[in-house]
């Protein structure tokens, strides 16, 4: 099926954030200094650049989470609304503060992430989310911030036969300093449809180098449904679906901000794979294309379209 099925919805939870964009010429070193070239405050946060990055393809986005009512809050939920993000299930916390990162860049796509949880994102419960929050909904993505919402929700989908996608996008140990322990990561592992994380993820789960070794040893503890994807950066991806390991290189592109590859490589996914239903090949192209041209902008939000990635995909076929 090529198009888009009309009035498919996807309902996001997990980081929402604002990030700080320190521009440099290099990344620090210890002890040492590093000049600040430009300075930005930027709406971004993992699942929210995902839910962004859905509604440029076309989809129609539900984003659940908590953000604080403070500044950035404010700054982010307008952000979220003039995307045309539908934000009826974001909540606002009296008092609160809203997590927000602070993202330092280098040349060639270097960057690193201090984060500031605040007390918003990690404290949202199953109960404060409505009953109808999954109605008409056709794909759940989670990050897993938020866990107690995040395993009902997933509960819930399953029940309903709804695809439940988990981007691992940290580590376990880091989830755990989050206060996301590692029985509730296992039960979401158990419980989603897709699970998709990258290089430190699967070594730290599993202890594996190398990517298809990960894969088997993670696949084995796991029945997921539709299998596992290990995104390895500009050495492309790997999905481990009914036994069999398929590989998407890195398309090259002039790298000019890594941020929010992997945010948009699982926009991709879900809108490709659960919205359009096309054959897991052309998802896993199509999803490395979304990620290839966030790439070759600054920021953490994809600025593409169903257009452009389709034509970008034309283009690398005929080259």
């Known amino acids: 099926m090529n198009g888009l099925i009309p009035e498919r919805k996807v309902l996001t939870l997990g980081t929402v954030a604002m990030d700080v964009i320190l521009?440099?010429?290099?990344?620090?070193?210890?002890?040492?200094?590093?000049?600040?070239?430009?300075?930005?405050?930027?709406?971004?946060?993992?699942?929210?650049?995902?839910?962004?990055?859905?509604?440029?393809?076309?989809?129609?986005?539900?984003?659940?989470?908590?953000?604080?009512?403070?500044?950035?809050?404010?700054?982010?939920?307008a952000d979220l609304k003039a995307n045309g993000v539908n934000t009826e299930f974001?909540?606002?916390?009296?008092?609160?503060?809203?997590l927000h990162t602070y993202i330092i860049t280098a040349p060639e796509g270097q960057h690193c992430i201090f984060a500031n949880l605040g007390d918003a994102v990690n404290t949202l419960k199953a109960e404060d989310l409505p009953e109808h929050v999954l109605d008409?909904?056709?794909?759940?993505?989670?990050?897993?911030?938020?866990?107690?919402?995040a395993l009902w929700l997933a509960r819930e989908a399953r029940r309903r036969d709804i695809p439940v996608v988990y981007n691992m996008q940290c580590v376990p140990s880091f989830m755990a300093a989050c206060g996301v322990s590692r029985e509730e990561l296992e039960?979401?592992?158990?419980?989603?449809?897709?699970?998709?994380?990258?290089?430190?993820?699967?070594?730290?789960?599993?202890?594996?180098?190398?990517p298809k070794s990960a894969l088997a040893i993670l696949n084995g503890r796991f029945n997921v449904k539709d299998g596992l994807i290990y995104?390895?950066?500009?050495e492309?991806?790997?999905?481990?679906?009914?036994?069999?390991?398929?590989?998407?290189?890195?398309?090259?592109?002039?790298?000019?901000?890594?941020?929010?590859a992997g945010d948009c490589f699982c926009a991709g996914m879900v809108f490709d794979y659960y919205l359009r239903q096309r054959t897991p090949e052309e998802s896993?192209?199509?999803?490395?294309?979304?990620?290839?041209?966030?790439?070759?902008?600054?920021?953490?939000?994809?600025?593409?379209d169903l257009a452009m990635v389709e034509d970008f995909i034309h283009s690398q076929q005929n080259d």
């Not at 990344?27 to 930005?40: I, K, R, S, T």
């Not at 606002?92 to 503060?97: A, D, E, S």
């Open 23 to 77: 521009e440099s010429n290099q990344l620090p070193q210890n002890d040492g200094f590093a000049l600040v070239e430009g300075e930005h405050l930027v709406p971004g946060g993992s699942c929210s650049n995902v839910s962004v990055a859905l509604q440029k393809l076309g989809a129609t986005v539900f984003q659940a989470g908590q953000i604080g009512d403070d500044h950035l809050g404010q700054v982010f939920a």
């Open 90 to 98: 974001l909540k606002v916390k009296k008092g609160g503060t809203t």
């Open 136 to 149: 008409g909904i056709s794909c759940f993505y989670t990050d897993m911030f938020s866990p107690d919402a």
């Open 187 to 210: 039960e979401m592992l158990s419980l989603c449809t897709l699970f998709v994380a990258g290089r430190e993820a699967f070594q730290e789960l599993t202890g594996a180098q190398e």
């Open 231 to 234: 995104t390895a950066g500009s």
């Open 236 to 260: 492309g991806a790997y999905w481990l679906r009914e036994g069999k390991v398929l590989t998407q290189k890195a398309y090259p592109v002039p790298v000019v901000d890594t941020t929010g």
């Open 284 to 304: 896993l192209a199509f999803a490395g294309a979304v990620a290839a041209l966030k790439c070759t902008v600054k920021g953490p939000r994809s600025t593409t």
